[in-house]
């Protein structure tokens, strides 16, 4: 799960999560360049850090 240091500003909120998911989409798409993942696998794991691991700890069950 992703999280950043922002807190108590909103505005902080939106840059941690802009920044976030730059920093993990250029890190997937290495690894994917450098044929350690596929594309399919780079999406689950980013699914998984941005949605998936969340909607199951805090059980809100929401569809993606």
């Given at each position: 799960?992703?999280?950043s240091d922002g807190f108590n500003i909103p505005e902080l909120f939106w840059l941690g999560?802009?920044?976030g998911k730059r920093v993990v989409a250029r890190a997937?798409?290495?690894l994917v360049q450098e044929g350690l993942f596929d594309e399919d696998e780079s999406l689950r794991i980013a699914r998984?850090?941005?949605f998936e691991n969340a909607n199951t700890l805090f059980n809100v069950n929401l569809t993606q």
């Open positions: 799960m992703y999280g999560a802009k920044v997937l798409g290495d998984s850090l941005f």
